[in-house]
């Protein structure tokens, strides 16, 4: 039961990583389709943050009452269909539209997921259920431009990655009782989520070195979805490439976070979550999300996350459209400057947070 429930977990995770790269993968061909200027692609994406922001900042509530796995499937459920609604869709208002069940689905099922496998795994496993992320994330790359390179246009990628998202959903509903088992075998942890009140926004930025793992989480997710939104159109503007090789390229980025996510899985054998955070972009996100109980207590890990989760998506809201006006109106030559600048203070505010969270 234990080992099936991860693969179910396994597979969650894939799915939450297949829609992530697409937009940036798909942009360069889908803005002169729509007739509209490069840098919309940072409109679409900030109603998608927004989206996550507002699902992420209720995830508390949400799995308290119905669970950890009735709010997966659903929220998966909900992305499926917003894939399939960007698929069927031939204007920038339809796409607009369709992101806000595209955002709201993918915000509470993040904070959820991260949250269970904290309590219940060990980093290990967080580390490699966040490559299976990265697997996701890499294969919607390809999956788009195989659909350009042979014609049939961006929606048909949109389409593909729909499909794999619905059987997907099929997947986590015949699950459900297998979470309901896991849950009962953790009786000391259920336990402390049970006794646990869901916390005030205010509640949790006074809480030590909360503020400073949020403007971490900002700085990661900021950096992460920058270069997935708009590694593609660098390559297109900036270097001259097709828009078909250009996406396959940018998959690459998400190719190396994948492969240092699975090597970091057997490194925790090793090393624990604050030195796994020094090796590089890789194991950040995993690491911190792991060590969150640690460090704020086990009380408190699923509002905590449930905020680290906004924080990085209003790191996703604000800096691709902010890199998107930047290329407008100065040059994409600027992306790897703006990265750089962007994982400079990424490491200092986690400095920060553990000094805080180590002195209270």
């Known amino acids: 039961m234990f080992q099936l429930l991860l693969a179910v977990i396994y597979l969650a995770f894939i799915s939450l990583g297949l829609p992530d790269s697409l937009l940036g993968s798909a942009w360069p061909a889908m803005y002169q389709e729509l007739s509209v200027p490069v840098s919309y692609a940072g409109g679409i994406s900030m109603i998608i943050a927004v989206g996550t922001v507002i699902s992420s900042l209720q995830s508390d509530r949400l799995t308290g009452r119905y669970g950890t796995g009735k709010v997966t499937a659903f929220s998966v459920l909900m992305t499926a269909a917003a894939l399939f609604g960007f698929s069927v869709s031939h204007s920038y208002a339809a796409l607009c539209l369709w992101a806000v069940p595209y955002g709201l689905g993918a915000g509470s099922v993040d904070v959820s997921l991260n949250n269970y496998v904290a309590l219940h795994y060990e980093s290990r496993h967080m580390s490699w259920l966040h490559c299976m992320w990265g697997v996701g994330a890499s294969l919607g790359p390809y999956v788009m431009g195989y659909a350009l390179s042979g014609g049939q246009g961006w929606n048909m990628g949109y389409r593909s990655i729909a499909?794999?998202?619905?059987?997907?959903?099929?997947?986590?509903?015949?699950?459900?009782?297998?979470?309901?088992?896991?849950?009962?075998?953790?009786?000391?942890?259920?336990?402390?989520?049970?006794?646990?009140?869901?916390?005030?926004?205010?509640?949790?930025?006074?809480?030590?070195?909360?503020?400073?793992?949020?403007?971490?989480?900002?700085?990661?997710?900021?950096?992460?979805?920058?270069?997935?939104?708009?590694?593609?159109?660098?390559?297109?503007?900036?270097?001259?490439?097709?828009?078909?090789?250009?996406?396959?390229?940018?998959?690459?980025?998400?190719?190396?976070?994948?492969?240092?996510?699975?090597?970091?899985?057997?490194?925790?054998?090793?090393?624990?979550d604050i030195q796994m955070i020094g090796l590089g972009c890789a194991p950040v996100y995993p690491s911190i999300i792991h060590s969150t109980p640690e460090h704020f207590g086990v009380g408190k890990s699923q509002a905590m996350i449930g905020v680290q989760m906004a924080s990085a998506y209003v790191g996703t809201c604000l800096m691709p459209p902010v890199f998107g006006l930047i290329a407008n109106h100065i040059s994409a030559a600027l992306l790897p400057?703006?990265?750089l600048l962007i994982l400079a203070l990424m490491i200092f505010m986690h400095e920060k947070m553990l000094r805080k969270v180590y002195e209270s």
């Open 163 to 272: 499909a794999l998202q619905i059987a997907l959903t099929v997947i986590l509903f015949l699950s459900l009782p297998l979470w309901d088992g896991k849950r009962k075998s953790k009786e000391d942890v259920s336990q402390n989520e049970k006794n646990a009140k869901p916390l005030s926004l205010g509640e949790i930025v006074r809480i030590p070195g909360a503020k400073e793992v949020m403007a971490a989480f900002f700085c990661y997710c900021a950096l992460e979805q920058t270069a997935g939104l708009w590694a593609s159109s660098y390559l297109v503007l900036y270097h001259g490439l097709s828009a078909d090789a250009a996406a396959g390229f940018a998959g690459l980025f998400f190719v190396g976070i994948t492969v240092g996510r699975a090597f970091s899985g057997f490194l925790t054998l090793r090393l624990h």
């Open 337 to 339: 400057l703006y990265l």
